[in-house]
């Protein structure tokens, strides 16, 4: 090795390890490979597969509490045709069959293909699975591999990515994350932003679940609902929010006592994932404040230690876009992340990256008193990661004296990736899109918020079954 390559050989090793202690860093990094505008709808990324009513859009996500079920959905564009999946640990070999239900909608003068769920449940954990939806000649075939058993120290890998659209930037950020390995990602709000043509054109819709389906037919999306989901247009006569959102994509609200699929929990491996809505009614005695205070209760850390909430807004934003716009959600819900000693909130909106330290700012007093950010060792760490690359490009212009609570904040496309190791540690990464190596991108070690305390460690070295 040349002198210079082992100065940034230990410049590197050193960046990992004094990372907390280090003060904020705005990154003067910028990239946009491509222009920020959408790929065209004839392009191959937006392929329609051959034959007639061929499943396509197809994306799967958690079907179930614990992870033993998933739910597979799929338009076809002609007819109704079948909602059957045909499923089983074999390839071409389906021993079970499961049932499923047909919708459709219109948007204005937008009229969508018969959107398919279907779920299929009583799964193995640890199994792939085969399943092949459509019939005849336009029979489509897929897989996926279910969870391990919610445990402890399972080792799982989560994506994060937000804001992704469908510019070739998005196309790049998808392609990226398929090569990290991750294994279900967390979708932190704005999809298609099919919102941003004449009349929301749910064509794009169209083209978005099909430009995603290379990821999302085999490995679960979770869902978060932006602001580009709402589409609330009465100049249209659109007046029921949310409407090709929640036609397009289910989620399992039923199994963690939600009464609405914009909020809700899964389990999934060693996490406990909260997915929260910021564009519906959160306030003290709301139907989201109920039932985030009622499931809040139900983590349960010696289960599945990593707590992580997601929702759109971030919370804590040094970015001239969107600035303080999560405040409102701050004041209902940060004293209650605190003593749940949550450990990471991933949130989107903001067309950037930015990671915080541990904060909060609970001792706010409208009337007088302290106003600022305090370091706080119960506080989750919050995560911006806007930047999946839609057409409405980055936002580059963050606030020009960086925060103290602001760790790491750079405006590139990119997605993130978060790998829990066991109960105590999780080795994350935010990956610059077109980086094939993690120079000069953000990577943190997390300690589990709840078993790192002296404590629990003692006592989990005391009672510790598995080996080394
Ligand atoms: C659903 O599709 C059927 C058959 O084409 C059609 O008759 C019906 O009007 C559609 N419903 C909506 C809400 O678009
Ligand atoms: C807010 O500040 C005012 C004025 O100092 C004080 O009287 C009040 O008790 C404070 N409220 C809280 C909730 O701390
Ligand atoms: C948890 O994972 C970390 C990182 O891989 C490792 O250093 C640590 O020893 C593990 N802890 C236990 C109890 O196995
Ligand atoms: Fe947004």
Redesign the pocket.
């Known amino acids: 090795m040349g002198l210079w390559t082992w100065l940034l050989f230990i410049y590197l090793i050193l960046i990992c390890f004094v990372d907390d202690v280090l003060s904020g860093r705005t990154s003067s990094f910028r990239r946009s490979e491509w222009p920020s505008t959408d790929i065209p709808l004839d392009s191959e990324a937006f392929v329609v597969p051959g034959g007639y009513n061929t499943p396509q859009q197809v994306h799967i996500t958690q079907g179930d509490y614990d992870g033993k079920a998933v739910i597979i959905s799929w338009v076809t564009e002609s007819e109704t045709g079948t909602s059957e999946v045909l499923y089983g640990t074999e390839e071409h070999k389906y021993e079970h069959i499961a049932q499923g239900t047909t919708t459709n909608y219109t948007f204005y003068n937008y009229k969508s293909g018969f959107i398919h769920h279907c779920l299929v449940d009583g799964l193995k954990y640890n199994t792939k699975y085969h399943y092949k939806i459509g019939t005849g000649a336009s029979a489509r075939e897929f897989w996926f591999q279910t969870p391990p058993e919610i445990d402890p120290d399972v080792p799982y890998v989560f994506g994060v990515i937000g804001d992704l659209g469908q510019t070739f930037n998005s196309l790049s950020t998808l392609e990226h994350y398929m090569e990290t390995g991750g294994q279900t990602v967390l979708f932190v709000g704005d999809l298609s932003y099919a919102d941003r043509y004449e009349y929301n054109d749910g064509v794009r819709w169209d083209s978005w679940g099909r430009l995603v389906e290379k990821s999302a037919a085999y490995q679960p999306w979770i869902w978060t609902a932006g602001n580009h989901e709402i589409e609330y247009r009465p100049d249209l006569g659109e007046i029921s929010t949310f409407k090709p959102y929640l036609h397009r994509y289910v989620t399992p609200y039923v199994s963690s006592k939600s009464s609405s699929p914009l909020w809700y929990a899964v389990r999934r491996a060693s996490a406990h994932i909260i997915v929260l809505s910021s564009y519906s009614p959160f306030v003290k005695y709301t139907p989201q404040w109920f039932w985030l205070r009622e499931e809040l209760k139900r983590v349960n850390r010696e289960k599945t230690p990593w707590l992580i909430v997601l929702m759109h807004v971030p919370l804590y934003n040094s970015n001239e876009a969107h600035y303080m716009e999560g405040e409102a959600m701050r004041d209902v819900f940060e004293s209650w992340f605190v003593h749940y000693k949550v450990d990471i909130v991933f949130a989107g909106h903001v067309h950037a990256y930015e990671r915080s330290y541990r904060v909060s700012n609970m001792n706010y007093n409208i009337t007088s008193g302290s106003r600022h950010p305090v370091p706080d060792k119960s506080a989750p760490v919050y995560i911006i990661v806007g930047d999946g690359g839609n057409q409405e490009g980055l936002a580059v212009r963050f606030s020009d004296l960086q925060p103290d609570y602001s760790a790491f904040r750079e405006a590139s496309y990119g997605h993130s990736t978060l790998e829990l ?2 109960r ?2 999780a080795f994350y990464h935010w990956n610059r899109n077109n980086d094939g190596k993690h120079v000069l991108t953000d990577h943190i070690v997390f300690r589990n918020q709840y078993w790192a305390s002296n404590t629990r460690r003692r006592r ?1 070295k005391k009672h ?1 079954k ?1 080996p ?1």
Do not use: D, S
Request: aromatic share 12%; charged share 25%; hydrophobic share 25%.
């Open positions: 190791k066991n105590t540690h989990l510790r598995f080394n």
